[in-house]
């Protein structure tokens, strides 16, 4: 018994290789703007406002990343 593989030309080619890599810089530029965005809402709250929901103002950037990439 003979096995075939068939693969289509589109998805291997130079023109789909660089449209992936131009949606995967696209999608690292939206989740770079997303940290930024939660990192400072959280740098903005009064220490206070930190204290009450549990958050230390040194924890801030890993619950920005975990937020974001995890």
Partial sequence: MANTA??????????????????????????RAEFGRTYSELQNLTDRELNDIGIRRCDISDIAHKHVYC
């Fill in 6 to 31: 068939t693969f289509s030309r589109e998805g291997f080619g130079l023109t789909a290789r660089i449209t992936t890599l131009i949606a995967r810089v696209k999608e690292a530029y939206a989740m």
